[in-house]
């Protein structure tokens, strides 16, 4: 089989990549090591920037996103027993967010796809890639007896922290940076109403809490649990009990339970993977970075290296020009690094660590107060949860 672009990886990135390039007449395959039933069963945050509202619809697949979607024009955090709130819309000259799942995007990729006749293949077992350093790198995977190989012109990486393609990269090549946090997310999904039009952070002494939503009548809460915690430590009472107790009065008592519909824990992590090109190797999403879920910058990141992939790739097929494909790793990591410091400075604001200091807590007052006092801080706030330019 010979293909222009081989995509390693069926989830959000790889979709919107196969078929942004599937418009503009370049041939793509997707493999997935998985079932398409499993992919979509996938829990995951749906916080859109406007600027990967905007890739959806130019890939054909915003309708039911523009239909079900919730723009909220700002966010809340709780502190102190009180709610506060940031206007996206006033500081980030009239931007905003849309609250979609990202398994929502997920399913209108895969039938977008489906539409175009696209080649995805599932259960595509033993990934490889191969002579990526090369001008003619292949990659195999196994089809139940059979080994099949994919000539093609590049590789695109997208299959996640754990997936192959990273790994392929030389380790004398590959630098790495992490930061592993102490303590995890335990979230629920419940079909409640939210208890606010808007998604709500708190800040408590007893940890971090997160009111959010997937639509009017669907919620997603999460409260920071020590990272030795299991699911199986936590009724469903015992998430709600401790919830309220970390909300201001007037957000706990709108809050209805219910029953959840979907419990896990989420470790946090910060991640980067440089370069984030190796021959014709080109790393995007989780295969390359990683952020902590607060600020929901990571399927939004993901988004700009597709971004950047993307016209690169249109300008190496329909101009010969190669620039974009060489300054790929150099420019999607500037815009990473912006992300991941945004996701850590709300992740030091908000949260509770284990070995800090009196000093430590007074710093976080200190910086929560400054937030909500400057016009300038708020900017710079909304700026960044909106999305930075592509």
């Given at each position: 089989?010979?293909?222009?672009?081989?995509?390693?990886?069926?989830?959000?990135?790889?979709?919107?990549?196969?078929?942004?390039?599937?418009?503009?007449?370049?041939?793509?395959?997707?493999?997935?090591?998985?079932?398409?039933?499993?992919?979509?069963?996938?829990?995951?945050?749906?916080?859109?920037?406007?600027?990967?509202?905007?890739?959806?619809?130019?890939?054909?697949?915003?309708q039911?996103?523009?239909?079900?979607?919730?723009?909220?024009?700002?966010?809340?955090?709780?502190h102190?027993?009180?709610?506060?709130r940031?206007?996206?819309?006033?500081?980030?000259?009239?931007?905003?967010?849309?609250?979609?799942?990202?398994?929502?995007?997920?399913?209108?990729?895969?039938?977008?796809?489906d539409?175009l006749?696209?080649?995805?293949?599932?259960?595509?077992?033993?990934?490889?890639?191969?002579?990526?350093?090369?001008?003619?790198?292949?990659?195999?995977?196994?089809s139940?007896?059979?080994?099949?190989?994919?000539?093609?012109?590049?590789?695109?990486?997208?299959?996640?922290?754990?997936?192959?393609?990273?790994?392929?990269?030389?380790?004398?090549?590959?630098?790495?940076?992490?930061?592993?946090?102490?303590?995890?997310?335990?979230?629920?999904?419940?079909?409640?109403?939210?208890?606010?039009?808007?998604?709500?952070?708190?800040?408590?002494?007893?940890?971090?809490?997160?009111?959010?939503?997937?639509?009017?009548?669907?919620?997603?809460?999460?409260?920071?649990?020590?990272?030795?915690?299991?699911?199986?430590?936590?009724?469903?009472?015992?998430?709600?009990?401790?919830?309220?107790?970390?909300?201001?009065?007037?957000?706990?008592?709108?809050?209805?339970?219910?029953?959840?519909?979907?419990?896990?824990?989420?470790?946090?992590?910060?991640?980067?993977?440089?370069?984030m090109?190796?021959?014709?190797?080109?790393?995007?999403g989780?295969?390359?970075?990683?952020?902590?879920p607060?600020?929901?910058?990571?399927?939004?990141?993901?988004?700009?290296?597709?971004?950047?992939?993307?016209?690169?790739?249109?300008?190496?097929?329909?101009?010969?020009?190669?620039?974009?494909?060489?300054g790929?790793?150099?420019?999607?990591?500037?815009?990473?690094?912006?992300?991941?410091?945004?996701s850590?400075?709300?992740?030091?604001?908000?949260?509770?660590?284990?070995?800090?200091?009196?000093?430590?807590?007074?710093?976080?007052?200190?910086?929560?107060?400054?937030?909500?006092?400057?016009?300038?801080?708020?900017?710079?706030?909304a700026?960044?949860?909106?999305?930075?330019?592509?």
């Amino acid at each position: 089989m010979k293909v222009q672009v081989c995509i390693i990886g069926g989830g959000p990135s790889g979709l919107l990549l196969s078929q942004l390039l599937h418009l503009q007449g370049i041939d793509t395959i997707v493999l997935e090591k998985y079932s398409r039933e499993h992919v979509l069963a996938r829990i995951r945050a749906g916080v859109l920037e406007h600027g990967f509202a905007k890739l959806m619809h130019e890939a054909q697949c915003g309708q039911r996103m523009d239909r079900e979607g919730e723009v909220h024009h700002g966010f809340n955090i709780a502190h102190d027993g009180r709610l506060d709130r940031v206007d996206l819309h006033k500081y980030s000259s009239g931007n905003s967010v849309i609250i979609y799942g990202q398994t929502e995007v997920t399913r209108d990729l895969y039938e977008a796809r489906d539409r175009l006749g696209g080649k995805v293949v599932h259960h595509a077992e033993d990934v490889t890639p191969h002579d990526i350093a090369s001008d003619a790198p292949y990659v195999t995977y196994r089809s139940g007896e059979n080994t099949i190989r994919v000539d093609c012109d590049y590789v695109v990486g997208a299959d996640g922290f754990h997936g192959v393609s990273r790994k392929s990269i030389p380790k004398n090549v590959l630098r790495e940076y992490e930061k592993v946090y102490p303590f995890g997310w335990l979230g629920i999904l419940s079909r409640t109403p939210p208890p606010l039009s808007e998604v709500a952070y708190a800040k408590h002494e007893r940890g971090f809490a997160l009111c959010s939503m997937r639509s009017r009548v669907l919620s997603r809460y999460y409260i920071q649990v020590p990272s030795s915690d299991k699911v199986e430590d936590w009724s469903d009472d015992a998430f709600w009990a401790e919830l309220k107790r970390r909300l201001p009065e007037e957000l706990a008592a709108r809050l209805i339970t219910g029953p959840s519909i979907e419990k896990s824990i989420a470790p946090l992590r910060s991640f980067v993977a440089e370069p984030m090109r190796h021959g014709r190797l080109f790393l995007a999403g989780d295969a390359a970075h990683i952020v902590p879920p607060t600020g929901a910058r990571g399927l939004n990141t993901a988004a700009s290296d597709i971004y950047y992939l993307y016209h690169a790739l249109i300008d190496h097929y329909r101009k010969g020009d190669d620039s974009g494909l060489d300054g790929y790793s150099e420019k999607a990591l500037a815009r990473v690094w912006k992300a991941q410091r945004f996701s850590w400075w709300l992740t030091m604001l908000l949260h509770r660590f284990p070995d800090r200091l009196p000093y430590d807590d007074r710093l976080q007052d200190i910086e929560m107060s400054y937030l909500f006092a400057s016009e300038t801080a708020k900017r710079l706030v909304a700026e960044n949860y909106v999305g930075l330019p592509f």
